[in-house]
């Protein structure tokens, strides 16, 4: 199920990001700092100068909500966005 979801999740920030490849997209149900569920979504990408358009990220959130409601989720996203370089140092480390 949770395949599905970042499958579905990765389609959707992959459209909306156009220029950038997304390389791999992982989301998990948390907790914020203040103890509220929320949807982590971390987005590991590959553009040029590994730089991604402010105004294309800006509107992630939104491009997401319908999305998100119509499997159940009524979880806010918060996104994390890694180069893959730094994907690979995270995991390495």
């Known amino acids: 199920m949770?395949?599905?979801?970042d499958e579905s999740l990765k389609t959707i920030v992959q459209k909306r990001l156009k220029l950038v490849k997304v390389v791999e997209l992982e989301s998990?149900?948390?907790?914020?700092?203040?103890?509220?569920?929320i949807l982590?979504?971390?987005?590991?990408?590959?553009a040029k100068n590994d730089r991604l358009d402010p105004k294309k990220?800006?509107?992630?959130?939104?491009s997401l909500r319908q999305p998100l409601r119509e499997i159940d989720s009524e979880?806010?996203?918060?996104?994390?966005f890694l180069t893959e370089e730094e994907f690979k140092?995270?995991?390495?480390?």
């Open 28 to 37: 998990e149900r948390v907790k914020d700092h203040d103890g509220d569920p």
């Open 40 to 46: 982590y979504i971390m987005v590991v990408y590959e």
């Open 89 to 93: 140092n995270l995991e390495s480390a």
């Open 2 to 5: 949770q395949a599905n979801i």
């Open 57 to 62: 990220v800006l509107g992630l959130t939104r």
């Open 75 to 80: 979880l806010y996203p918060v996104f994390s």
